[in-house]
């Protein structure tokens, strides 16, 4: 009886080590894998990485290259005292309209957020009327306007400050731009209904079949009567 006991127990006692043994190499393996480099299996001394954004004035800031073709342009200045920007109180139209931003050493808003890609639809208050039939192939683009988009309002939308932090990957992508001056301009304006030629066109990209539906610019849907 004391026998088997005795066995019990140093069975006991080898499991444990076992599985304790088990559990400092799987922490070890997770400390390898893990980007912080300590203990993966607990959160109490884990501290976030310091942000430090720019707090250089607008103006006094150099321009931060496009992370690729036609990507918005980083805030490169510090955004105190300029945020949350509202459909009526945007103080980057301050500098950044194309009228003043040649002497505010700024980038201009490009000619595409003067462009209004939403449909004109018409709402009288009581009758809601679309302008546009989802089941038809049209697109809405207007002329550009000499006044900002209101879908193009709130900047902070695509453009963010640039933080100042250790990467705990180094990036290592390296953009190719295919336009000369791709890394400080944007060039979509030129190109951005480049795939939206409309029927009758030397590069309309509608098809024939697209041309049989011939109640709209590319036709009525098959789905007109569903």
Same mark, same amino acid.
């Given at each position: ?9 140093c069975s006991i006692v080898a499991l444990v080590s076992l599985g304790v043994a %088990? ?7 997770? =400390? +390898?894998?893990?980007?912080? =480099? ?12 310091? #942000?430090?954004?720019?707090?250089? $004035?607008?103006?006094?800031? =150099?321009?931060? +290259? ?12 510090? *955004? %105190?005292?300029?945020?949350?920007? #509202? $459909?009526?109180? !945007? ?7 194309? +009228?003043?931003?040649?002497?505010? =050493? ?19 208050? /009581? ?6 039939? !989802?089941?038809?192939?049209?697109? #809405? ?5 000499? /006044? ?11 453009? $963010? ?8 990957? +180094?990036?290592?992508?390296?953009? *190719? ?12 304006? %030129? ?7 409309? *029927?009758? %066109? $030397? ?11 011939? !109640? ?11």
């Amino acid at each position: 009886m004391i026998r088997k006991s005795l066995i019990v127990a140093c069975s006991i006692v080898a499991l444990v080590s076992l599985g304790v043994a %088990e559990g400092t190499a799987s922490n070890d393996s997770a =400390k +390898e894998l893990s980007l912080r =480099k300590g203990d993966a299996f607990s959160e109490s001394d884990v501290v976030s990485a310091k #942000t430090k954004y720019s707090d250089k $004035a607008p103006g006094t800031s =150099k321009k931060i +290259e496009r992370a690729f073709q036609d990507a918005p342009p980083m805030i490169p200045h510090s *955004v %105190e005292g300029l945020l949350p920007i #509202t $459909a009526k109180n !945007n103080a980057c139209t301050g500098c950044h309209m194309p +009228e003043v931003a040649p002497a505010m =050493k700024a980038t201009p808003i490009p000619k595409s957020h003067f462009v209004n890609f939403r449909p004109k639809h018409k709402f009288d208050g /009581k009758k809601f009327e679309k302008s546009i039939d !989802n089941y038809k192939n049209e697109v #809405t683009i207007s002329k550009p306007s000499d /006044k900002l988009s209101m879908a193009r309002f709130n900047c902070s939308q695509c453009h $963010a400050p640039q933080s100042d932090t250790p990467l705990a990957v +180094e990036n290592t992508f390296k953009p *190719v731009f295919s336009t000369k001056d791709g890394a400080s301009k944007s060039s979509w304006y %030129e190109h951005m209904d480049d795939d939206l030629a409309t *029927v009758g %066109e $030397a590069d309309s990209v509608i098809t024939d079949k697209d041309k049989a539906n011939t !109640n709209s610019a590319a036709g009525v849907s098959v789905w007109t009567k569903h």
